[in-house]
């Protein structure tokens, strides 16, 4: 074990994985400068910078990865996925179905997410929900830096696309580019358990559509993933004083949803709070409920998520986004 | 006509002296997030903005500080909002790349290329609604690699439509070298689209005041769109605390973290053979070297000290000018600060 920052445990799994398929490129845009680490060792064939047109190289990315590649395009925010957004909902996504399944899309998206440092509303997205909406991608959002490099690596040998999503409050790199730039008079809520931690050297694959329990309760599933299962840990830690034992599920995966997890976990305890940083309505935290319904479950449920657009000033976007108070509230809302 | 310089001047100053003091602010962490200021691109968009008339569309990108005052947007609306105030001109909902006045046509966007298809929409608007308008789409070189400012250059010179396009080419698209990028010619490339263009020192307002006149007087004709191509030089580079200057303005500080896990990963064992090695650091060490020499270090490069040489030397017009600009620019700060004026 080594302890390791979470970008650069992604970047560490994936030099590994590099080192040992030469199949696996990497580009987007600013990428020799972000991942200079990776372009000294590999060169610049497998490391390349792309202009501003993610339309193309994202649609490129999965033609490529069609004719035998495993490339990991970059896009610099997933918010700007939009602009590119015909090469996953037209085409990546869709070629293994109307292929007949016989040709797949081994594509990784690699996309900053989150907010919390102060970007606005469009840059703070994170969209999972909307992307997990689409049949035949799947969408990844590590909470740790084991779990970052481990899932980097299960989907860098994943026959069909994933998005690989990278929360900016727990990305060393990101947060200082897009937030502090270098200043000391700003600090953002970011949990130390997300920022660093240690990792598996070599590394080992973390299964995609795997759910991690990350603390045992009696009383009530909280359901998070990324930045929220941090906060969900905290929340549950204050609960446990006033006598609720909280189980905190760490989802890792938007699709394919761990739904075994989440069945046994809300089977003992009869209640689910699903803590999502996403846009609350038609996403993650409705699907929860849906898939437990379907499975016959009865339970009390509640979420925590964004409601609206993300505003720019830092208290609106506090209010905003979920935080520890919010999920404690809600938490204390299941048992009155 | 000429341009009249000591106007051209003024608006010049007092977006220079309002987005230092917002750099300030963003120093001292009252901005939370990302700032990228319009310093350098001053001339630019004083030559366009002093020919504006109401009815006339903006649509920005994400340096919004010079062309809202220069239009007239209030300034301590402005502060307020990239302070994150419930008075701000959007409320505190928008934040610096995301300002907008309904008054003034006005709108930003932090996606790259997006101002493109807005001064389209705002020039058809016109063309309906308000002939002899125009709309004004500011955007960067970097830019010209997205699709759907292609396409609006298409959509533009297909309708005919009032729309002034300005490109402010600092040659850099964040941290990349945007010409590596851009093959090809840019002028062919635009003509391509049966666009007229032309091409201006973007460090010169008078020149640039002049090829805006041609421009927004062909789109005020229903001689439809323009190209206007003007290079300059960002004095902060892409944004506030940009990791390039950082390291030519402080190398001890900054490099040891940079410099180890680079040559680190450069003698790892298995990977690329030593010749495309050597090529990736090139890359590296190329981009540093450019910043290195840094073109901010000549004042042939700010527009403002370009312009001010311009004027009478010492005159008592510029002392009071560039007084009155600074009273106005101190006040305005503390008060939307809520502090009384240093």
Avoid at chain 2, 119 to 134: E, N
Avoid at chain 2, 167 to 177: G, L, P, Q
Wanted: charged letters at 20%; hydrophobic letters at 40%.
């Amino acid at each position: 074990m080594k302890n390791m920052r979470f970008s650069q445990a992604i970047d560490d799994a994936l030099s590994q994985a590099m080192a040992e398929d030469r199949r696996i490129i990497l580009f987007g845009e600013d990428v020799p400068m972000l991942r200079r680490n990776l372009l000294v060792r590999f060169g610049p064939h497998r490391v390349r910078g792309t202009p501003i047109s993610e339309g193309a190289f994202l649609g490129a990315g999965a033609a490529a990865a069609m004719g035998g590649l495993r490339p990991v395009v970059e896009l610099y925010m997933i918010d700007f996925v939009s602009v590119a957004m015909d090469a996953l909902l037209n085409h990546a996504a869709k070629v293994e179905f109307f292929s007949g399944g016989t040709w797949t899309v081994p594509l990784v998206v690699r996309a900053p997410c989150g907010g919390g440092y102060g970007d606005g509303g469009q840059h703070e997205q994170s969209l999972w929900g909307w992307l997990a909406h689409i049949p035949g991608l799947s969408v990844v959002v590590p909470s740790t830096p084991a779990d970052a490099g481990g899932l980097m690596l299960t989907a860098l040998d994943y026959d069909s696309p994933v998005l690989f999503m990278e929360h900016k409050l727990l990305s060393e790199i990101w947060l200082d580019f897009l937030g502090a730039g270098g200043r000391k008079s700003v600090t953002y809520d970011v949990p130390p358990a997300g920022r660093e931690g240690p990792v598996p050297q070599p590394w080992t694959p973390v299964p995609i559509g795997h759910a991690a329990v990350r603390r045992e309760g009696e009383d009530i599933s909280v359901v998070s993933l990324g930045v929220g299962v941090h906060q969900a840990l905290a929340a549950a830690e204050i609960a446990s004083g006033s006598g609720i034992s909280a189980e905190v599920i760490d989802l890792r995966t938007v699709s394919p949803l761990d739904l075994e997890t989440l069945r046994s976990s809300v089977s003992k305890t009869g209640r689910l709070l699903v803590v999502d940083e996403d846009y609350q309505e038609y996403g993650l935290s409705g699907e929860c409920s849906a898939l437990l319904l379907e499975e016959g479950l009865d339970f009390q449920y509640a979420r925590v998520c964004t409601q609206s657009t993300i505003p720019y000033a830092p208290e609106l976007e506090r209010q905003t986004l979920p935080n520890t108070d919010r999920i404690l509230d809600a938490i204390q809302g299941l048992f009155t | 006509m000429a341009p009249d310089i000591w106007s051209l001047y003024a608006l010049m100053a007092k977006s220079r002296a309002y987005e230092e003091a917002i750099a300030d602010l963003w120093k001292e962490g009252l901005i939370s997030g990302e700032m990228h200021l319009g310093t350098g691109e001053e001339a630019i968009h004083a030559g366009v903005l002093s020919q504006i008339q109401e009815g006339d569309a903006l649509a920005l990108d994400h340096r919004g500080t010079p062309p809202l005052i220069m239009r007239g947007v209030d300034p301590y609306l402005l502060l307020r909002e990239l302070l994150g105030k419930p008075d701000g001109l959007c409320h505190g909902q928008g934040g610096h790349m995301h300002l907008y006045s309904k008054e003034h046509l006005l709108a930003s966007s932090g996606i790259v290329g997006a101002s493109g298809p807005a001064a389209v929409g705002f020039a058809l608007s016109a063309q309906h609604l308000r002939p002899g308008s125009v709309a004004v789409a500011f955007f960067g070189e970097g830019a010209l690699n997205q699709g759907m400012l292609m396409e609006s250059f298409n959509l533009a010179t297909a309708w005919k439509l009032p729309v002034l396009f300005v490109c402010k080419d600092d040659s850099w698209s964040i941290t990349s070298e945007s010409k590596r990028l851009t093959p090809g010619s840019v002028p062919q490339r635009i003509q391509g689209f049966g666009l007229p263009y032309l091409e201006v020192d973007g460090l010169d307002v008078a020149a640039v005041w002049k090829a805006a006149q041609e421009g927004l007087y062909r789109a005020r004709n229903k001689g439809g769109p323009t190209f206007l191509h003007a290079r300059c030089v960002h004095l902060e580079a892409h944004f506030l605390g940009y990791q390039l200057l950082r390291i030519t303005r402080h190398p001890l500080r900054e490099m040891p973290q940079i410099i180890f896990p680079l040559l680190k990963s450069f003698i790892s064992l298995r990977g690329a053979p030593i010749n495309e090695r050597w090529q990736g650091l090139k890359v590296i060490f190329d981009s540093v070297y450019k910043t290195l020499r840094d073109p901010r270090q000549s004042p042939a490069n700010d527009p403002l000290f370009r312009t001010r040489s311009q004027l009478p030397p010492e005159s008592v017009r510029l002392s009071e000018l560039e007084g009155a600009i600074q009273k106005e620019v101190m006040e305005t700060v503390a008060r939307a600060r809520k502090e009384p004026v240093k």
